[in-house]
């Protein structure tokens, strides 16, 4: 799939503890363009919203409470076959089982604060990347 896109959100464990540019590096590393970014903080109902596709599980409270705990960078990030070669580039949501090389493998420190969101569909990557960043803030001509 040609010039598709993903959506990455460095979650605040990883903005914490200073990972935001080392992770940044592995992704133009591995070939993806950022045609967006940003540094923001999720509000308590921008987290319920992104996340309500859970609403329904038992960690939900919990991810919503990790998730507003600091700031986040949310990219738009551009690469033939973007979702499914990123979700290879950020490893397993356990980081425990994640392959070596990997963002979650070298960044992540549990499966809640695992360092990295990463769209899981072409649908969700373009629903994720509007919900973060309005049409003039993501740069399609690069």
Known sequence: MANT??????????????????????????GFTITALKLTQLTRSDAERFYSVHRERPFFNSLVEFMISGPI????????????????????????????????????????????HGSDSDENAAIEAHFHFADKEIYSFL
């Open 5 to 30: 896109i993903t959506l990455t959100m460095i979650k605040p464990d990883a903005v914490e503890k200073g990972f935001t540019g080392n992770i940044l590096k592995d992704i133009a590393d591995a």
């Open 73 to 116: 960078v949310a990219a738009v990030l551009k690469k033939d076959n973007a979702v499914e070669d990123f979700r290879k580039l950020i490893g397993a949501t356990n980081p425990e089982n994640a392959e070596e090389g990997t963002i979650r493998k070298k960044y992540a420190e549990s499966v809640e604060k695992n360092a990295v």
